[in-house]
């Protein structure tokens, strides 16, 4: 009786092992690859409450930036819808907690806070999840194009403010020591799924 109940605990102590062994190699096999762009300088802007906003917020969290304006006609709203999409994927699958989702300003003359409050809502970002900032030009140009690589630029135009603000449509992800990880097309349906599946890797652990 004693034999059989050391030979059974044995069996059970060899089985336990095997299936951690394979649980570790499946999330090895799982392990996936993602390069690091450059790291984002430490910046400080305002988020949509008039509250001091930057990389002191958000060191520690994963995080995906967008760039857009509230006037902006087509692709802003395309894109914040997008970034709407990916706020409900994140509270889904319980990592709202821990990625953290941005929307800058590329129009700070006129995004004021108060506006940008109203476009967050207008998109039913959840405060604390999905942040809106704007602050100084010079403080915009510093984070978004020597920060994130983002190209901004004024073109001359017919328009009643006689210039056009052309800027990036890429999503970037940024890890916890902001080390950007990955740019994103919003216009390509492939990418932004690709955005998901990275944010995933980086939460769990699976991305090196």
């Not at 969290?61 to 006037?71: N, Q, R, S």
């Not at 970034?83 to 003359?109: C, E, H, I």
């Not at 902001?178 to 769990?204: C, E, F, P, T």
């Given at each position: 009786m004693k034999r059989a109940l050391v030979t059974a605990l044995a069996v059970l102590v060899a089985g336990s092992t095997v299936a951690v062994g394979a649980a570790i190699a499946?999330?090895?096999?799982?392990?996936?690859?993602?390069p690091r762009y450059g790291e984002v300088p430490a910046f400080q802007l305002t988020d949509e409450a008039g509250r001091p906003f930057g990389t002191a917020e958000l060191d520690g969290h994963l995080w995906v930036a967008d760039f857009i304006f509230t006037t902006c006609p087509e692709v802003c709203p395309r894109m914040t819808e997008d970034m709407g999409r990916l706020q409900t994927w994140l509270t889904n699958r319980a990592l709202d907690g821990r990625v953290r989702l941005v929307s800058v300003s590329v129009d700070p003359a006129r995004d004021t806070p108060a506006k940008l409050r109203a476009y967050a809502e207008q998109f039913h970002a959840r405060p604390g999840t999905w942040t809106f900032a704007t602050g100084s030009q010079q403080a915009i140009e510093d984070a978004v194009v020597h920060g994130f690589k983002i190209a901004v630029s004024r073109e001359k135009d017919d328009t009643e403010d006689g210039f056009a603000i052309v800027h990036g449509t890429?999503?970037?992800?940024?890890?916890?020591?902001?080390?950007?990880?990955?740019y994103y097309d919003s216009n390509d349906g492939a990418s932004m799924a690709k955005l998901r599946d990275d944010v995933a890797a980086l939460a769990d652990g699976r991305a090196r």
């Amino acid at each position: 009786m004693k034999r059989a109940l050391v030979t059974a605990l044995a069996v059970l102590v060899a089985g336990s092992t095997v299936a951690v062994g394979a649980a570790i190699a499946m999330r090895r096999a799982r392990a996936v690859e993602l390069p690091r762009y450059g790291e984002v300088p430490a910046f400080q802007l305002t988020d949509e409450a008039g509250r001091p906003f930057g990389t002191a917020e958000l060191d520690g969290h994963l995080w995906v930036a967008d760039f857009i304006f509230t006037t902006c006609p087509e692709v802003c709203p395309r894109m914040t819808e997008d970034m709407g999409r990916l706020q409900t994927w994140l509270t889904n699958r319980a990592l709202d907690g821990r990625v953290r989702l941005v929307s800058v300003s590329v129009d700070p003359a006129r995004d004021t806070p108060a506006k940008l409050r109203a476009y967050a809502e207008q998109f039913h970002a959840r405060p604390g999840t999905w942040t809106f900032a704007t602050g100084s030009q010079q403080a915009i140009e510093d984070a978004v194009v020597h920060g994130f690589k983002i190209a901004v630029s004024r073109e001359k135009d017919d328009t009643e403010d006689g210039f056009a603000i052309v800027h990036g449509t890429k999503f970037v992800l940024v890890d916890g020591r902001r080390q950007i990880r990955g740019y994103y097309d919003s216009n390509d349906g492939a990418s932004m799924a690709k955005l998901r599946d990275d944010v995933a890797a980086l939460a769990d652990g699976r991305a090196r």
